[in-house]
């Protein structure tokens, strides 16, 4: 009898080393077929690594081109700011000079109309006046002697040598 339950009990365990065997064949079946997947799943996400460095290097070589030609419009601008810059000073000291030119030529011809209306008659000088714009008449009366502009305002109508008297004070 004790062989008969020392046999069973090895029978227990033989059937149960079975059941376990099979269990654990199950087991590494379903790992085995997990880790082809994961294989499968690592080569899918290597390749998408691939693809985006590759797409990272395009789009720096792209960054870096646009930002070579970005350098060279702003020195193209640069140049032509600083041509326009040069142009304008010249054409600032141009101005002055003509500035200063159109001066002396005004002061010159100035001049020339004080000694004109200087030698002629206060009469006929005065009668000239009046016809003038008062602005006009200032001017000219500005370049003579106080001596001359008084004979003449003497000779030219009362309400016009008071208005140009009042421009002269200014």
Excluded: H, Y
């Amino acid at each position: 009898m004790i062989r008969l339950l020392f046999l069973s009990l090895i029978l227990q365990q033989f059937l149960f080393g079975m059941q376990t065997s099979d269990k654990l064949f199950e087991c590494t079946e379903i790992f085995k077929e997990r880790k082809s997947e994961l294989l499968v799943e690592l080569e899918r996400i290597d390749e998408q690594k691939q693809s985006l460095n590759a797409l990272k290097t395009a789009t720096e070589a792209l960054l870096k081109e646009k930002e070579k030609k970005i350098s060279l419009q702003e020195e193209r601008v640069n140049q032509r700011l600083e041509e326009i810059s040069k142009k304008e000073a010249s054409v600032k000291k141009m101005l002055q000079e003509n500035q200063k030119l159109l001066s002396q030529l005004k002061s010159t011809k100035m001049s020339k109309i004080a000694q004109t209306f200087s030698k002629m008659k206060p009469a006929s000088a005065a009668d000239i006046l009046s016809d003038m714009k008062n602005n006009e008449a200032v001017e000219i009366l500005q370049a003579l002697k106080p001596k001359v502009v008084g004979k003449i305002l003497t000779k030219m109508d009362p309400q016009k040598a008071s208005s140009i008297t009042l421009l002269l004070s200014k």
